[in-house]
């Protein structure tokens, strides 16, 4: 009965070699799990700023274009051409052919529009950062129009620069 006994005694429990194998593996797949996560949550973070960017600069560009395609004219007394801290100030009528201005101008790295002197507010995203905005002025024997470029980033995003070029439509209608 004595041979049973010791037996018994070293079949229950698990060696102290088995508990530290045990350990290791499942130190290594916490420290798996957690490496995933981080890599998964830097990818989110990098795409969402870069879905901001693209945006800020898609809304800011497509409105800039629009009111210098839909102007009368450029207010080049209160215009700042290829300066990165740009402005643009443009002359137009409302529907009820008013005269008024629209201007467009870099702020606290956010590009904002003014209408008859009234802030319309920011164009650009909170999450983005304006770091140039430039219009170039440029004229021809037909016609008149702006050249824009600007520079947005986001954290964790490199700068982006975007350009565009539109043409005053009274100016080549006439």
């Known amino acids: 009965m004595t041979n049973n006994s010791k037996l018994k005694i070293h079949d229950s429990g698990f060696s102290l070699i088995e508990i530290i194998i045990y350990i290791s593996l499942l130190a ?3 420290g798996a799990i957690t490496w995933s ?5 830097h990818s989110y973070n990098r795409m969402k700023n870069e879905r901001a960017v693209e945006n800020s600069a898609m809304v800011s560009m497509d409105r800039i274009v629009r009111e210098i395609r839909n102007s009368k004219s450029v207010d080049l007394v209160n215009t700042a051409t290829s300066t990165p801290n740009g402005y643009l100030t443009l002359n137009n009528f409302d529907s009820y052919q008013n005269p008024g201005t629209v201007r467009f101008y870099l702020l606290d790295n ?3 529009e003014d209408k008859n002197g009234t802030t319309l507010g920011p164009l650009t ?3 983005t950062d304006v770091s140039s905005l430039v219009f170039r002025y440029f ?4 016609s008149t129009g ?4 600007m520079a947005i ?3 964790n995003i490199p700068v982006n620069n975007f350009y565009d070029s539109a043409i005053l439509r009274n100016s080549y209608e006439n």
Do not use: G, H, W
């Not at 996560?37 to 949550?41: D, G």
């Open 28 to 30: 290594i797949f916490i």
């Open 37 to 41: 996560f981080s890599v998964i949550f």
């Open 139 to 142: 004229t021809s024997a037909s």
């Open 110 to 112: 956010r590009i904002y």
């Open 146 to 149: 702006i050249k824009i470029e």
């Open 125 to 127: 995203s909170e999450d």
């Open 153 to 155: 980033q986001a954290s």
